[in-house]
């Protein structure tokens, strides 16, 4: 269990990061039942994909742009929707939507913007002008194949919602469009401060009539549609991380199903179509969750330039897909492979668990029978206090402080910083129920006491100042978990503080008879067994010869010392660790902000630059001013915590106080 802890202490980051594994929740997972279906383009449809194709490599190698990012929105717009594409193509502003779908290496506004003037400017006038946007409409196949899907969809199951995905704004106006047409209400939902997200899906939900939402990637994250349990991606994202989150929608806690569909529509003889087969069908992305998100986006980048910027013929592309799928699924193994070592590591985290679970069962933690017997024990004693049980109410007590003791908690809450957190300190009667739970709710006219309420801690503090004290010095209980016989047994509490502040609670018993040490956790359960039902031992002194009880004291006092000197160094050792984590988390937060204050300082300043004596340049100069400013303010409070977490990781400090000190009959 020792080493456990420690392994388990040298995950700085345990304290915040939670990880759950996929392998600990199979038990009812909803099943994913993925179709695909591919639509065999009309030769309008085929003639304007291929000339948009060619059209973009060719203007990719012309103007050498190599980042295929910057040439999707055509390419993926068509295999999205021709229709829509023709439809939505004359539209000057950014699709913001598709930009933050498909621009995966995040460049700017402005340089997006630039990149893509020239192609779509030269797409206007050399392409799209020989196609009819009525003929692609009226000759839709992918929305053809759609419709009667969903059709079929709707009247197998007549009250069932689904949710259709599409990365453009385009083309989800379009299909609202059609859907009406088809008498099939359908609800939008697309990023921008014109679309209230939260009301949107509300008004779905509660709809019966609508039983389609339209969205953009963008729009719907963080978004819950749990109670849909179909997912309809009309165009696939080549990034199978956002076919996940896609998924993810519906595929989460609440979701009633045990069989999720998720359909999938792309035309024949497409790039898209391939990348379907061998990027997310082979590697299942559709049946299972990914891991490793950054390693495998970074395979999928490398083909979308490729892809998209490169002149490659049929077998070309197939040899690259294939590599990809290789690279994605090496990606996958090697995951694999770490979660199953990960096993033995885990077990340490889960035996750490199974002891705190032991611990409850034992009683090594406050209750509110403790806490009942703790402050009633001190009150019944103080003159002027009232503490009596509440009739029909269990663990429920009438409590009034005296005026004395009332007033002196009404100081401590001042000080505390904690007026207002409870009616005690004004010294009327008030019904006060103990529990457990710190979470748990008062009901009217009630005040609920838990381990962390003022009054523990008031009385905690005053009855540690107030002298003199008699402490027990032995005592007689009966433990089954303990061989019977007569026992020295002491306590300490220490303390440890720095970057953590922390308490320990150390025990050391000797048996008498022979001197033999208790282990420390068998230690601790006798203390807590004394704890909890522990009484007075009388005769202690006729049983006990002085000279053997002081001398079994001493050797508690030599173990507890030699304990707290290895727990020091120890916390020592994690005080400057985590203070040289903190120092690293710190500096990578302080690069990665400024580098992003840097870029935008720099994208401003170049396009008042290029503006100068405009209105637009001067307001551009006057926000990279601004941006400026931001960036030392903001350097200046990281310099703050830096000193702060340096002081904390100087000024560690130990110390060390008795508890008590016993002799103990086990009966």
Not at 109 to 134: C, I, M, R, Y
Not at 164 to 174: P, S
Not at 332 to 351: F, N, P, T
Not at 411 to 424: F, H, I, P, S, V
Request: net charge neutral; glycine share 4%.
């Amino acid at each position: 269990i020792d080493i456990a802890a420690k392994l388990e202490r040298l995950n700085l980051l345990a304290h915040t990061v939670s990880r759950t594994r996929k392998r600990e929740v199979q038990t009812d997972r909803v099943v994913r039942e993925a179709t695909v279906a591919k639509a065999e383009m009309t030769p309008v449809e085929r003639e304007l994909y291929q000339t948009i194709t060619e059209g973009t490599r060719e203007y990719a190698q012309k103007h050498d742009i190599k980042h295929g990012f910057l040439l999707a929105t055509p390419q993926r717009m068509v295999a999205s929707s021709p229709a829509a594409l023709l439809q939505t193509w004359n539209d000057r502003e950014l699709d913001r939507d598709a930009l933050a779908s498909l621009n995966e290496n995040e460049a700017s506004e402005e340089t997006v913007a630039e990149k893509t003037a020239g192609l779509k400017q030269w797409l206007q006038s050399q392409v799209l002008p020989h196609f009819n946007a009525a003929e692609l409409r009226a000759h839709d196949s992918k929305f053809a194949a759609f419709l009667q899907a969903l059709k079929r969809f709707m009247t197998e199951d007549p009250a069932a919602k689904a949710i259709v995905f599409t990365t453009f704004r385009g083309t989800a106006r379009y299909l609202v469009e059609r859907l009406a047409d088809e008498n099939i209400k359908a609800s939008l939902l697309m990023g921008g401060g014109e679309f209230d997200k939260e009301a949107i899906v509300s008004a779905f939900r509660d709809d019966k009539n609508r039983r389609l939402l339209v969205c953009t990637d963008v729009a719907s994250e963080g978004v819950d549609l749990q109670f849909c349990r179909l997912v309809i991606n009309y165009d696939l994202p080549w990034n199978p991380m956002r076919i996940e989150q896609r998924i993810g929608r519906i595929d989460r806690i609440g979701q009633q199903a045990k069989r999720i569909l998720i359909w999938n529509f792309v035309h024949q003889n497409t790039i898209d179509a391939r990348i379907l087969d061998r990027l997310t069908a082979r590697i299942g992305v559709f049946e299972n969750t990914l891991g490793e998100t950054e390693a495998i986006l970074g395979h999928v980048r490398k083909l979308e330039d490729a892809l998209l910027s490169a002149h490659l013929t049929a077998a070309e592309e197939a040899r690259m897909l294939e590599a990809t799928e290789l690279a994605i699924t090496n990606v996958q193994r090697k995951q694999e492979e770490l979660e199953r070592e990960a096993i033995q590591l885990v077990a340490h985290g889960q035996q750490l668990l199974a002891q705190i679970e032991a611990a409850r069962g034992d009683g090594k933690t406050i209750t509110r029978h403790d806490l009942t017997r703790y402050i009633e024990g001190y009150l019944r004693n103080a003159p002027g206090c009232q503490f009596a049980a509440v009739h029909g109410k269990e663990d429920t007590y009438n409590i009034s402080l005296s005026p004395t003791l009332a007033a002196e908690l009404d100081d401590y809450l001042r000080q505390e910083n904690q007026l207002g957190k409870t009616a005690l300190a004004s010294g009327y009667n008030k019904p006060c129920r103990f529990t457990d739970k710190i979470t748990d709710k008062a009901k009217p006219g009630e005040e609920i006491i838990h381990r962390f309420h003022p009054l523990v801690r008031f009385l905690s503090r005053k009855i540690e100042n107030d002298a003199p004290h008699y402490p027990l010095y032995a005592a007689k209980i009966r433990a089954a978990n303990i061989r019977p016989g007569t026992y020295a047994l002491m306590a300490r509490l220490a303390n440890f503080s720095g970057v953590k502040e922390e308490e320990h609670l150390l025990a050391a018993a000797i048996a008498l008879e022979h001197g033999t040490p208790l282990e420390a956790r068998a230690a601790e359960t006798l203390l807590n067994a004394i704890r909890q039902n522990g009484s007075d031992w009388q005769t202690a002194a006729i049983h006990i010869k002085a000279e053997q009880g002081v001398h079994a004291a001493a050797q508690c006092e030599d173990h507890l010392r030699a304990h707290y000197s290895t727990i020091k160094k120890e916390k020592e050792r994690e005080n400057k660790d985590r203070a040289d984590l903190q120092i690293q988390l710190l500096n990578d937060h302080i690069h990665k902000k400024s580098e992003g204050f840097k870029n935008r300082i720099e994208n401003h300043e170049a396009y008042a630059a290029q503006h100068e004596n405009t209105p637009d340049g001067r307001r551009r100069l006057g926000m990279a001013n601004a941006e400026r400013r931001k960036m030392q303010e903001f350097l200046a409070r990281m310099e703050v915590r830096r000193e702060e977490i340096l002081q904390k990781s100087w000024k560690f400090a130990a110390e060390s106080r008795e508890i008590c000190t016993l002799l103990v009959e086990v009966v």
